[in-house]
């Protein structure tokens, strides 16, 4: 049952990602639409028209796996080298740098709000 309920946890996500997509298409906004889908449920939840534990274990499972999720922008950059020849040399760096930026912020962002729930709790 756990299983059925983290793919609709997920399924949740990938709406308000796709609607964040269709948004950006529809009104030609410069905002990634992934950004959009983000601020949509954040929204939601604000206004608690949706509560957090409805997809608290499918975002989970994501947030135990987001390592894995920043590989391919890694390896990209690493088997793509020869663009970034010359010059384009500190693409490399900054791809690595912001990288490591979000994967940081995103990890003291998620603990954050792991301690505030266990002191909600």
């Known amino acids: 049952m756990d299983v059925i309920r983290i793919i609709m946890h997920i399924m949740i996500l990938y709406f308000f990602y796709y609607a964040g997509v269709w948004i950006q298409e529809w009104f030609n906004l410069v905002i990634p639409g992934s950004i959009i889908g983000m601020l949509l449920l954040l929204s939601l939840f604000y206004t608690k028209l949706i509560k957090p534990k409805w997809i608290a274990m499918g975002t989970s499972l994501v947030l135990s796996h987001m390592p894995l999720l ?28 912001s990288t490591l930026f979000v994967m940081a912020v995103s990890g003291m962002t998620a603990q954050i709000f792991a301690k505030r729930r266990e002191q909600h709790d």
């Open 70 to 97: 920043f590989l391919p922008v890694t390896a990209g950059t690493i088997v793509y080298l020869e663009l970034f020849s010359g010059s384009g040399l500190w693409l490399v760096a900054i791809a690595f740098t």
